[in-house]
């Protein structure tokens, strides 16, 4: 079953938003329905230094 719809024009908005949103790779490639990590780290490797900050002052706190 197919949560995600992920079209060529907001595949990375839409992949990125649900990085952001805390989900792992693994359960992103699910929901996507994609076999491989592989897409998932070409959309999400694109992750700013200050994006990473702000996730690991999260967790640290």
Not at 36 to 43: E, K, N, T
Request: charge should be neutral.
């Amino acid at each position: 079953m197919l949560i995600f719809r992920v079209d060529s024009m907001c595949a990375g908005d839409n992949i990125w938003d649900l990085h952001r949103a805390g989900l792992n790779v693994e359960h992103i490639m699910r929901l996507v329905g994609w076999e491989s990590l592989d897409m998932v780290l070409r959309y999400t490797r694109s992750v700013k230094f200050e994006e990473s900050l702000r996730l690991y002052k999260e967790v640290k706190h």
